[in-house]
């Protein structure tokens, strides 16, 4: 995949890396690896391609169990800042989840008031409807760190890709299927802050399957590829 597609910069949720292993995208790619502390499960990691990676550095990264890390890469200007980031999950108790929304809110805005670039991207795991702050064709359905998304676009300061229509987003809205009920939700989103959306030129969700990790299953003799849940995404900038 990383051969035929060249990103320059791929965000990875979901490691399920344990002990001192690391993430690691040979040939080419330096990488920063985020783990949940001795549970497994989750992780996150960030690799910058040999393009990027002499000016990139890790700027920042969640505090126990939130899982974000911030990449700054510096061959623009101003610096591109690129946070990845895996969501809390449904069940979260509310405090939890404002806190963990308002610490990375944080993070945003000082970049922002900097002056410099941000993209927040991931597996934010967050419901936000439809409408003006939400995603075109979405389920109605808003969870809490979706209402909190929301505020934030509302101030106008930053922008849902997933959101901007047709003419950006190809492949959508959707971006994971249920394996067990079939049922697609829109989970994988991308945000940028209003300095970067004139550079922001697609948004590419792969429903096709061209670019989304699979294995193969071997079945009554048979093999199989089995994909992942979510489906890849790739977003461009001009």
């Given at each position: 995949?990383?051969?035929?597609?060249?990103?320059?910069?791929?965000?990875?949720?979901?490691?399920?890396?344990?002990?001192?292993?690391?993430?690691?995208?040979?040939?080419?790619?330096?990488?920063?690896?985020?783990?949940?502390?001795?549970?497994?499960g989750?992780?996150?990691?960030?690799?910058?391609?040999?393009?990027?990676?002499?000016?990139?550095?890790?700027v920042?990264?969640g505090?126990?169990?939130?899982?974000?890390?911030?990449?700054?890469?510096?061959?623009?200007?101003?610096?591109?800042?690129?946070?990845?980031?895996?969501?809390?999950q449904?069940?979260?108790?509310?405090?939890?989840?404002?806190?963990k929304?308002?610490?990375?809110?944080?993070?945003?805005?000082?970049?922002?008031?900097?002056?410099?670039?941000?993209?927040?991207g991931?597996?934010?795991?967050?419901?936000?409807?439809?409408g003006?702050?939400?995603?075109?064709?979405?389920?109605?359905?808003?969870?809490l760190?979706?209402?909190?998304?929301?505020?934030?676009?509302?101030?106008?300061n930053?922008?849902?890709?997933?959101?901007?229509?047709?003419?950006?987003v190809?492949?959508?809205p959707?971006?994971?299927?249920?394996?067990?009920?079939?049922?697609?939700?829109c989970?994988?989103?991308?945000?940028?802050?209003r300095?970067?959306?004139?550079?922001?030129?697609?948004?590419?969700?792969?429903?096709?399957?061209?670019?989304?990790?699979?294995?193969?299953?071997?079945?009554?003799?048979?093999?199989?590829?089995?994909?992942?849940?979510?489906?890849?995404?790739?977003?461009?900038?001009?």
């Open positions: 995949i990383l051969k035929k597609v060249k990103p320059s910069v791929v965000l990875l949720n979901k490691t399920q890396l344990v002990g001192n292993m690391k993430v690691s995208l040979n040939p080419g790619y330096t990488s920063w690896t985020r783990k949940r502390s001795q549970k497994g989750g992780g996150i990691a960030t690799a910058v391609s040999s393009q990027y990676s002499d000016t990139a550095v890790g920042g990264e505090q126990n169990d939130e899982e974000y890390l911030i990449v700054r890469i510096k061959a623009f200007s101003p610096a591109l800042n690129i946070i990845n980031s895996y969501g809390e449904r069940k979260t108790k509310k405090e939890d989840v404002e806190e929304w308002e610490n990375i809110k944080k993070q945003m805005e000082e970049i922002r008031m900097k002056g410099e670039f941000c993209a927040l991931g597996d934010l795991n967050k419901l936000v409807g439809t003006e702050q939400g995603v075109p064709g979405n389920s109605k359905e808003i969870s760190g979706g209402k909190l998304l929301r505020e934030l676009l509302a101030s106008g930053w922008t849902l890709v997933n959101g901007l229509g047709r003419e950006i190809e492949g959508g959707f971006t994971r299927i249920d394996p067990a009920s079939g049922n697609m939700s989970l994988d989103l991308f945000v940028v802050s300095q970067l959306l004139p550079y922001v030129e697609k948004l590419v969700i792969d429903k096709e399957r061209k670019f989304t990790p699979a294995r193969a299953v071997k079945e009554k003799g048979k093999y199989k590829l089995v994909y992942t849940d979510h489906m890849s995404c790739l977003l461009s900038f001009k």
